[in-house]
C-alpha cells in the first residue's frame, strides 16, 4: 500500500513541530512538505498532491479558508487551531477533524485514524466543493477580500478596491483598479456578504460600490443608469433605483 | 415613609414656629376687632392652634396615602374633601368644649366662640388645604432626592462595572496558543518548555493580581507588557521583534495597569498575524508638557487587508481613560503606509486625585 502523503500548514514553527513530532508514531503517513504560509500551502497542495493537510487557521495574508477556495482538489483536512469559534465552519468544509490546540496524542490519534478512513474511502471531490461554497455563506461578517486565482497567480484583492461587480454565467466579474478578476461565487453570495452601507446592488447583473458612482442619469423614459468615476455606465433596475435613493 | 414633622428635628421646629406665629395673630385679630379680654384670647389662640399643631402632623399620613402616582385626581380631591370637613369638624368640636367646657366660664366669650364657628370652621378647612399642600411639595422633594442619590449610585456602579470588564480581557487564544507552543517544546526543548510555563505564569499571575489595583509604575507595566512579548516571541522566533526607549524619568509615572500590554496585542495581531516578513514593535515613553506620552508602533504588510479602523482593543483602552482622567482624545492612532502608531497621553497629576 502506498504511504499517505501530508503536508503540513501552520504559520507558527512549534506547531508545526508538534504535528511532526506526533505524527513520527505513524509509519505509514509520510510528510512531504510543511508550510509556514498559506501561498506555501497552495503551492505545496497543488505540487505535490498530498492526502492530507494539517492546516492552521489563522495565518498572515491567506487564512486557512480562504486557502481552501482555491484550490482545486481540496485533500483530506484536519484543522489545528487555538480558535474554536471556526469549528461548524470547517465541518462544513467537510473537515476530517478539528484539533483545538493544544490537543493531546490521543485527540491526535483519534483525528488521525478519521482522516485516514476518509482518504482510504476516496470521497469524491464534489461533496466537498458543495460543502465549501456553502461554508462561506455562514459567516456573518462583511467580506474584507476576495481570494482569486488567475492562472498560476493568486491575488487578493481588498473590497475597498472593487468598482463594481458583474454576474457572468456561474461567476462573478470584479472590476477593480488593478483590472478584473474573476471569481467562482454567485451575486448573491456577494450581496449578502458585502457591506450593504458600500455596495448597493443596483441590478440583477451589477453591484455597485457607492462612492464610485458619479452620477445617475435618466436613461430612457423611466429607466436610468449609473456614471462610475471611471466613466463606465451600468444599468439600474426599478429596485435598484429605489435603493440608490434612499442611500442618497 | 417617615413622617419628616416627627423624625426631622428641624421641619418640626419650622413648623412649631409657624403656628406659634399663627396663635400670635390669631390672639391679634380677637382682641382687637373682637375686642376680647385679652386672657380669653391666649387661651383660645392657644387652645385652637396647639391642637391644630398636633392635627397637622398626623395630616402627613393622609397626603403620604392618598398618593398622586397611585390614585385618580378625583379619588384624591373627595378623599381630601371628607378629610378636611372631618378634622375640621373634630378640631372645632374638641376646641369649643375644651374652651366653654373647662376653662373658660364666661358668657359672653361663649356666645362669641359660638357665633364665630363658621368663620373658625373655613380657617380650618384652608388650614388643612395649605397642610396637605406643603406635604405634597415635601414628599415630591424627598422623592426626588431619592431618586437623584439612586441614579448617582448607579453611575457610580456602572462606571465600576464599565472599568473591570475593559481590564479584563486577557485574549484566551494568547493562552491556548502559548500553551500550544509549552506542548510542543515539551518534546523538542524540554528547558525552554519550563522557561516559557514560567513566564506565562508570572505573567498571568501579575495581570490577574493588578486587577484589582488600577494603577502601576509605567515600569512595572513595561515588565508586564515584554514578558507578553517574550512568550509571543517564542511563538513567532525571527518574525517578532522588539525595540524600547524610555526616559529615565518616566519610569516611577503611575499609568492605568494592563494598558500596554493590550496594545502589543494590537501589534501583535495586526502586524505579526498579518505578516510573512519581521515585525518590529517599538515602544517609547517621553515628558512633554503636561503629559507622559507612551508610543507603541509597529510595521505591518500593507497589502494584508484587515479591518479598517480601530478595533475593540484599542477602543477599550481610549474609553477606559477617558473614565479615569475625564478626559476625551487620550489616545491616537495613526496609520502610514506600512507603520501603525498608537500615542497614549497620560496627564501628569499634581495631585493624585483621580477618581477611586
Known amino acids: ?248 | 415613609m417617615t413622617n419628616p414633622y416627627i423624625s426631622n428635628r428641624k421641619i418640626f421646629y419650622m413648623y412649631a414656629s409657624l403656628w406659634c406665629m399663627i396663635a400670635f395673630l390669631h390672639f391679634l385679630i380677637i382682641t382687637i376687632n373682637l375686642k376680647m379680654k385679652w386672657q380669653f384670647a391666649a387661651m383660645d389662640a392657644v387652645v385652637f392652634n396647639l391642637l391644630y399643631l398636633a392635627i397637622g402632623i398626623s395630616l402627613w399620613f393622609m397626603a403620604s396615602y392618598n398618593s398622586l402616582e397611585n390614585y385618580t385626581t378625583r379619588k384624591i380631591l373627595i378623599n381630601h374633601f371628607s378629610a378636611a370637613v372631618i378634622t375640621t369638624g373634630c378640631w372645632i368640636g374638641i376646641s369649643y368644649f375644651l374652651l366653654t367646657g373647662i376653662l373658660i366660664d364666661n358668657k359672653i366669650y361663649k356666645d362669641e366662640l359660638y357665633n364665630s364657628l363658621i368663620w373658625r370652621f373655613l380657617i380650618g378647612i384652608l388650614y388643612y388645604s395649605v397642610l396637605t399642600a406643603i406635604d405634597y411639595v415635601i414628599i415630591y422633594y424627598n422623592s426626588f432626592q431619592t431618586k437623584l442619590l439612586k441614579e448617582l449610585e448607579l453611575n457610580t456602579f456602572v462606571k465600576e462595572a464599565e472599568l473591570k470588564s475593559l481590564k479584563y480581557q486577557i485574549n484566551p487564544h494568547f493562552i491556548f496558543n502559548s500553551l500550544n507552543s509549552i506542548s510542543s517544546l515539551t518534546m523538542t526543548d524540554p528547558a525552554k518548555a519550563r522557561e516559557m510555563t514560567i513566564k506565562l505564569s508570572q505573567f498571568l499571575r501579575s495581570t490577574l493580581s493588578k486587577n484589582e489595583r488600577q494603577k502601576s509604575k509605567l515600569s512595572e507595566e513595561i515588565a508586564n507588557a515584554k514578558l507578553y512579548l517574550e512568550i509571543e516571541k517564542v511563538r513567532f522566533g525571527e518574525r517578532l521583534d522588539f525595540v524600547e526607549d524610555m526616559q529615565k524619568y518616566c519610569a516611577d509615572i503611575e499609568v492605568p495597569s494592563m494598558i500596554l500590554q493590550p496594545l502589543f496585542e494590537n501589534s501583535i495581531k495586526h502586524g505579526v498575524y498579518e505578516s510573512i516578513d519581521t515585525v518590529v514593535i517599538k515602544l517609547l515613553c517621553r515628558i512633554e508638557k503636561d503629559y507622559l506620552i507612551i508610543t507603541v508602533s509597529n510595521n505591518f504588510d500593507p497589502e494584508a487587508v484587515s479591518s479598517k479602523g480601530e478595533g475593540i482593543g484599542l477602543r477599550n483602552i481610549r474609553s477606559r481613560l477617558k473614565l479615569i482622567y475625564n478626559q476625551e482624545n487620550l489616545l491616537v492612532s495613526k496609520k502610514e503606509k506600512s507603520q501603525f502608531t498608537v500615542n497614549i497621553y497620560i496627564p501628569l497629576l499634581k495631585k493624585e486625585s483621580e477618581n477611586e
Open chain 1, 1 to 248: 500500500m502506498n504511504k499517505i502523503k501530508a503536508v503540513i500548514i501552520d504559520d507558527e514553527k512549534l506547531g508545526r513541530d508538534i504535528v511532526k513530532n506526533y505524527l513520527s508514531g505513524y509509519p505509514a503517513i509520510e510528510i512531504t512538505a510543511e508550510c509556514a504560509n498559506g501561498f506555501e500551502g497552495i503551492k505545496a497542495i497543488n505540487e505535490l498532491k498530498p492526502d492530507l493537510i494539517f492546516l492552521d487557521i489563522q495565518m498572515p495574508k491567506i487564512n486557512g479558508f480562504e486557502m481552501l477556495e482555491i484550490i482545486e482538489e481540496p485533500p483530506v483536512i484536519i484543522f489545528t487551531t487555538a480558535f474554536d469559534q471556526y469549528a461548524l465552519k470547517a465541518f462544513e468544509v467537510n473537515a476530517a477533524d478539528y484539533l483545538l490546540k493544544p490537543f493531546s496524542l490521543e485527540r491526535f490519534k483519534e483525528a488521525v485514524d478519521k482522516a485516514v478512513k476518509q482518504v482510504e474511502m476516496n470521497e469524491p471531490f464534489s461533496e466537498k466543493a458543495k460543502g465549501l461554497i456553502k461554508s462561506n455563506d455562514e459567516s456573518k461578517e462583511f467580506l474584507e477580500r476576495v481570494v482569486v486565482k488567475t492562472n498560476q497567480k493568486i491575488s487578493i484583492i481588498p473590497v475597498d478596491d472593487i468598482n463594481y461587480l458583474e454576474s457572468q454565467d456561474d461567476y462573478v466579474m470584479l472590476y477593480t483598479g488593478q483590472g478584473k478578476f474573476l471569481k467562482q461565487k454567485t451575486m448573491k453570495y456577494f450581496e449578502e456578504r458585502l457591506n450593504p452601507s458600500e455596495f448597493v446592488r443596483i441590478h440583477r447583473t451589477h453591484i455597485v460600490k457607492l462612492n464610485r458612482i458619479k452620477q445617475i442619469e435618466l436613461f430612457e423614459k423611466e429607466s436610468y443608469r449609473v456614471i462610475l468615476h471611471t466613466g463606465e455606465k451600468l444599468p439600474v433596475s426599478k429596485t435598484g433605483y429605489q435603493k440608490l435613493k434612499e442611500m442618497f
